[in-house]
């Protein structure tokens, strides 16, 4: 199949079915070589399972998916060979030290020991982990810890490298670590697919992505096509009191008017950066005085919440991850 071997992934119809529930719903969707391809997606969407079943740990129950050119359920090994993984959760031995870790890890995969304790070395110099090679990774803390998994996940030179959730439950801090680390790989020409539930992260580092709900894509494109699937920017201008009606008119032609109260008027509108001046001062010209303008510009969240009716932000935080986190704790 052509398309195959130009392509670092082809999903075609790929489903998983566990029990009644069917997690993934035929999932279609091609990632370019060199690309950083996101899924963006609530829990329980369905990503970790398909990115399961392209890394040839969960088997289809229908469709068929090809990486690196060679097919998920007719050639696992050759699969394997080519890609590296960053799971949901940490798969690290926290009594090992990094450079330990690395090595075993080489070991695993059959890395010559002369490549892989060289690779080692550039590759914790990568992530900027060398000066914290000897320490037990016990001592890291998440960000580390992730920026070391990733650093591992390139050393037999993947093609393409899996990444599920790679800044879950991080500080904005060190999740700015990771994507940097991310930059980088795309830099050196490394194919990344990564899942995501956080459109901030999905925004600035994909160069395509999928949304995700129940098992099936619901969008799919750049960063900056889905985001013009939303009506336009929204600007608020609030005015004194007896400027309400002549501002609403003024405002009415550039798009549709909301009264919120308290004098602001809120307009959605394209290009809301040039419009504010011309706003202002026709607002000026008619005698009316403007107290405050502000203006957003859509969000990945305004996508999701376009197609779905549901808010992508989970208001309640990582609780899934911290709860996974403290039942392997007690357990
Ligand atoms: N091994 C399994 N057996 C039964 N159900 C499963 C299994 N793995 C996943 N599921 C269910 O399939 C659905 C999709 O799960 P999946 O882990 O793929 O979602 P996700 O998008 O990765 O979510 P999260 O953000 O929580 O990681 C969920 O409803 C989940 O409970
Ligand atoms: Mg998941």
Redesign the pocket.
């Known amino acids: 199949m052509s398309s195959a071997n130009e392509y670092a992934i082809v999903a075609l119809g790929l489903r998983?079915r566990?029990?009644e529930?069917e997690?993934?719903r035929g999932v279609s969707f091609k990632v370019r070589y060199g690309e950083v391809y996101g899924?963006l997606?609530?829990?329980?969407?369905?990503?970790?399972?398909?990115?399961?079943m392209l890394i040839t740990l969960?088997k289809p129950t229908g469709g068929e998916a090809f990486v690196a050119g060679y097919s998920v359920v007719r050639e696992p090994v050759e699969v394997r060979r080519r890609i590296g993984v960053v799971f949901?959760d940490p798969t690290v031995d926290r009594d090992l030290t990094a450079i330990h870790n690395m090595l075993l890890h080489a070991r695993i995969h059959g890395v010559p020991s002369r490549i892989a304790e060289e690779r080692a070395w550039e590759l914790l110099e990568m992530v900027g982990l060398e000066e914290h090679a000897y320490r037990p990774l016990r001592d890291y803390s998440g960000g580390m810890i992730r920026r070391f998994e990733i650093a591992r996940s390139l050393l037999t030179n993947p093609r393409v490298v899996f990444m599920?959730?790679p800044t879950?439950g991080l500080d904005p801090h060190a999740r700015t670590g990771v994507w940097d680390v991310i930059r980088e790989l795309k830099r050196r020409g490394v194919t990344v697919f990564l899942?995501t539930?956080y459109m901030d992260e999905a925004d600035k580092l994909c160069d395509r992505l999928a949304i995700?709900d129940h098992?099936r894509i619901i969008a799919e494109g750049t960063p900056s096509q889905l985001k013009s699937k939303v009506a336009g920017d929204t600007l608020y201008v609030r005015v004194e009191d007896g400027g309400v009606a002549r501002l609403k008119r003024l405002l009415a032609r550039y798009g549709e008017v909301k009264d919120a109260g308290n004098g602001l008027l809120v307009l959605v509108a394209n290009d809301a950066p040039r419009l504010l001046p011309e706003i202002i001062s026709e607002a000026q010209r008619e005698g009316v005085r403007i107290l405050e303008t502000r203006y957003t510009r859509p969000s990945l969240d305004d996508v999701f919440l376009l197609l779905t009716g549901r808010r992508l932000r989970d208001e309640g935080g990582d609780w899934?991850?911290w709860g996974r986190r403290v039942a392997r704790r007690l357990l």
């Open positions: 998983k566990f029990g529930l997690a993934v899924f997606g609530p829990n329980g969407a369905g990503k970790s399972t398909t990115v399961g969960i949901q599920d959730e879950i899942t539930h995700i098992g899934r991850f």
